[in-house]
Nanobody, 122 residues
Framework: QVQLVESGGGLVQAGGSLRLSCVAS????????LGWFRQAPGEERKFVAT????????YYADSVLGRFTMSRDNAKNTVYLQMNSLKSEDTAVYYC???????????????WGQGTQVTVSS
């Protein structure tokens, strides 16, 4: 019903920047709220950020606040995660998810992408 494909991951030095993209298909994109999550080896998947269907409401995890910015371009059915001042602890597989129109960090997301690896080296 909804397919999500992430891209933009890679190997980055600490202090560097990276922009992740997630392209959605299968359902009207502008009705979906979206989220980014990440999972490091041996750890549970954690919330990173969410954005509302109109792009006007965002939430961020404390660990990324001020460094990461989530945005969306409904004309391109794409959501982004701009990551600046990257740290080694940001290393994880990053997942894009789709859910209710105005999601919060504790919302249920029904659709998930396959993930993209982000590795931050020291």
């Amino acid at each position: 019903q909804v397919q999500l494909v992430e891209s933009g991951g890679g190997l980055v030095q600490a202090g560097g920047s990276l922009r992740l993209s997630c392209v959605a298909s299968g359902r009207a994109f502008d009705t979906l709220g979206l989220g980014w999550f990440r999972q490091a080896p041996g750890e549970e998947r954690k919330f990173v950020a969410t954005i509302s269907w109109s792009g006007d409401i965002t939430y961020y995890a404390d660990s990324v606040l001020g460094r990461f910015t989530m945005s969306r371009d409904n004309a391109k059915n794409t959501v982004y995660l701009q990551m600046n001042s990257l740290k080694s602890e940001d290393t994880a597989v990053y997942y894009c998810a789709a859910g209710p129109p105005r999601p919060r960090p504790d919302s249920s997301f029904a659709y998930w992408g396959q993930g993209t690896q982000v590795t931050v080296s020291s």
